[in-house]
């Protein structure tokens, strides 16, 4: 399985972006998908999540970016709305077999190659 990340950026406060994940093979609709983003100096941290259950999002981003699958196109997108300057990170997404813990780096099997989000003041 290969995850291609695309649409990060260099937006400024208040604007939008929309990320895009492709994901090769034909088992894209049995995986979780999940969205990560790592700071510089800092921990990669849990952004959103695409199950089987639902979707779920960090606090820091709730009511602020949307997570979506399109089966047909194995993609995964993570649109960005009121971007603030703390969610300026490399976004990563990430894959891994259906069911247990969606929010813990560790438990995702593929990553794809990360993309800059650089969100001015």
């Known amino acids: 399985v290969q995850l291609q990340a695309s649409g990060g950026g260099l937006v400024q406060a208040g604007g939008s972006l929309r990320l895009s994940c492709a994901v090769s093979?034909?088992?894209?609709?049995?995986?979780?998908m999940g969205w990560f983003r790592q700071a510089q100096g800092k921990e990669r941290e849990f952004v959103a999540a695409?199950?089987?259950?639902?979707?779920f999002y960090a606090d820091a981003v709730k009511g602020r970016f949307t997570t979506s699958r399109d089966y047909g196109r194995n993609t995964v997108y993570l649109q960005m709305n009121s971007l603030k300057p703390e969610d300026t990170a490399v976004y990563y997404c990430?894959?891994?077999?259906?069911?247990?813990?969606?929010?813990?780096?560790?438990?995702?099997?593929?990553w794809g190659q990360g993309t800059l989000v650089t969100v001015s003041s």
């Open positions: 990430a894959a891994k077999n259906r069911g247990g813990n969606y929010l813990t780096p560790s438990q995702y099997d593929f």
């Open positions: 695409a199950i089987w259950g639902g979707t």
């Open positions: 093979g034909r088992t894209f609709s049995t995986y979780d």
